[in-house]
């Protein structure tokens, strides 16, 4: 399964430990990238919830004779059908997760054996993630979430014919240690005297910040291994996405991984670190505290005598 065992969900965030079953040290690079504002979600996340409300007046109006008795229940549990409805985009984008990294272990098994995994094979890793996981729990058709799989899997077979890479390392884990920060990328490939970090990625589209963590990865200092040990770093040339869309082929998108988008990127991971609640002092109860209290945080008592 691809989900690296030195790493664990906080609520901060993934985070990652530097040995088996040591403290969790450094923020993921999907965590630290994710600090980046998205005002539009706002926007998508009200907008999923309304189709939800709408879905549900459509059910009323297929089902009249049933209508009375869920108007009665829905106001009775107001509360309960509140959250249902707002639930809308985190039920979505955990499915839309689920069946990615559905598509992200059978091309692990794939990197890893040199074989396209079958169609049983991915219905076991399926199954392994419902168990562990809770993963897919609306999902009401086994057989087509493997067919939408295979279509994924058809993209990469043309990409791997396509570029022949060679996996140097697959889904490995890399730390930097003077920004603080880990993350494993999907694999790491030679394509001719190129050596690359690759990702795989079943999104609708190819997005631009994806290149925050093509960098990371990039600028890290080492391999660190599933034991705990570390290995030397290779040189990376850039960093690209194996985009498999869901009307199926591939896209090889490369991503800029300059000194600016890792500027970007450690701001963010500074960004991570800060502790708002530790900025709201105790309460000052006359103006001498207040300026005794706001000096101090600046570090220095100067002026404090002009106070009188």
């Not at 004779?65 to 979505?92: C, F, L, M």
């Not at 022949?164 to 990328?185: K, S």
Request: hydrophobic residues 40%; proline residues 5%; aromatic residues 8%.
């Amino acid at each position: 399964m691809t989900t690296p065992s030195l790493s664990a969900d906080t609520p901060r965030g993934r985070m990652y430990r530097l040995e088996p079953e040591g403290p969790l040290m450094y923020p993921s690079i999907t965590t630290v990238a994710g600090m980046r504002a998205k005002d539009f979600l706002q926007d998508w996340y009200a907008t999923m919830a309304s189709k939800r409300a709408l879905d549900m007046y459509a059910w009323l109006d297929r089902n009249p004779d049933r209508a009375a008795a869920e108007i009665s229940r829905v106001t009775r549990d107001r509360w309960g059908t509140q959250k249902r409805i707002a639930a809308a985009a985190p039920e979505y984008t955990r499915t839309a997760a689920d069946f990615g990294t559905l598509v992200h272990a059978a091309c692990e098994d794939w990197g890893r054996s040199g074989s396209r995994p079958t169609g049983e094979r991915v219905g076991e890793i399926a199954e392994e993630m419902r168990t562990a996981q809770g993963a897919f729990a609306a999902e009401k058709d086994s057989a087509d979430l493997i067919r939408r799989a295979d279509v994924r899997l058809d993209g990469y077979g043309r990409f791997l014919d396509d570029f022949q890479p060679e996996f140097l390392e697959v889904e490995q884990t890399v730390v930097n240690h003077t920004v603080g920060y880990a993350g494993t990328t999907d694999a790491i490939v030679k394509i001719g005297n190129t050596v690359l970090s690759a990702d795989i990625k079943t999104s609708k589209k190819v997005r631009g910040d994806y290149a925050l963590q093509g960098v990371a990865v990039c600028r890290a200092e080492l391999l660190l291994d599933e034991d705990g040990s570390t290995r030397e770093m290779p040189d990376l040339t850039g960093a690209f996405i194996v985009h498999l869309p869901e009307k199926g082929g591939y896209q090889a998108v490369p991503l800029r991984t300059g000194d600016a988008e890792f500027e970007v990127f450690r701001s963010l991971r500074t960004a991570w670190s800060f502790e708002p609640d530790e900025c709201a002092l105790e309460p000052a109860g006359d103006p001498k505290a207040l300026m005794l209290s706001l000096l101090r945080t600046k570090g220095g008592l100067g002026g404090i005598d002009s106070l009188g």
